[in-house]
Every structure is written in C-alpha cells, then in structure tokens.
C-alpha cells in the first residue's frame, strides 16, 4: 500500500472519529504527499504537474478550513485525475522506449505496439479534466490516433519514425 492511501480500516471507521477531529484526519491524508511532490517538483517533465498538485493541496486545504468541504472533495477529485493522467504519460513514455527498442534491434513488435495505444487511449479518455487548467487529453488522443496510423504501415522505417514522432507530440503534451 502506497503512503499516500488511506487505510481502508481507517476510511471504515471514519463514521466513528468525532466529527471535530475528522478535519484534522483528512487534512493529515491530504498533505501527506506535499514531501514528495516538492521534491519532484525539481525534475523536468514533473514540474509543472508537481506544482498544480501542490497548489491544488493548498487550495483544498484552504476549502477546509473555510468548512466547504463540498469545493474541498472537488479538488481532490480533480488531483485524483491528474495522477491518473499522469500515470497515462508512463506508460506512453514506456511505450516510446519499446518502439525505439524494436526499431534499434529490428524487430517487429508493431501489432503489440499498435495494442498498446488503443489501450492506453481509452485510459487517456476516460480521464475527467472538469477542472484542469490546461486540458488535454483531446490532443493527446489525436497524436496517438496518427501514431496508430503510422504504426499500420510498418515495418517501413519511415512510417515507424513518423509513428515515434507522433507518440513523441503526444508525450509532450503531459
């Protein structure tokens, strides 16, 4: 279990904690991660992520202390989404590292390939961005749309490299 997770026993007996702790619970489960994310905050491809979750943190902690625990359940289902969207990039970014790995090697892996991004497509569109400040997932599907198309014509280098390409567009949008 993550550090991050709530302990299901704890979210079982949550109904049990006195209604005047129950702030101090959530908030202790809330900034559990603002360590880690101010850490990661420093490393390319993480920062700006890293740096709408810490605010997002503040922001629902703000919603807390205020009582607005409605707004505050509306943050947090939006960092719920934006750690879904960015587990989405890992494995896009996995699959990029494959491609390159067959291309190098010269072997042929595209229908698994081609699998991959269908999957991993209907993981990025199910992501809901109510919310996010900059919106992509529509995008992105359309990288990996053209990156699928690419992959169609394989095994010529040139359609493989286009492919890559796309994915590599898409990547950059995360």
């Known amino acids: 279990m993550s550090r991050f997770e709530l302990n299901l026993k704890q979210v079982s007996e949550y109904h ?8 101090r619970v959530i908030k202790n489960w ?3 991660p603002v360590s880690w994310l101010k850490n990661i905050s420093r490393i390319k491809g993480f920062a700006q992520w890293a740096q709408y979750c810490l605010a997002d943190i503040e922001q629902a902690n703000l919603r807390l202390d205020k009582n607005q625990p409605q707004k505050a359940l509306e943050i947090i289902r939006r960092l719920k989404e934006a750690v879904r969207l960015k587990y989405g990039q890992f494995r896009l970014n996995e699959l990029l590292l494959k491609t390159g790995f067959d291309l190098i090697n010269g072997e042929n892996h595209w229908s698994m390939h081609q699998t991959s991004i269908a999957s991993i497509g209907e993981y990025i569109s199910s992501v809901d961005e109510t919310g996010f400040v900059e919106p992509v997932c529509r995008k992105i599907l359309e990288h990996l749309a053209i990156g699928d198309i690419f992959l169609n014509q394989a095994p010529r280098p040139k359609a493989i490299t286009q492919a890559r390409e796309a994915l590599r567009q898409a990547l950059a949008l995360f």
């Open 30 to 32: 809330l900034n559990q």
């Open 16 to 23: 049990r904690i006195p209604p005047q702790e129950r702030l």
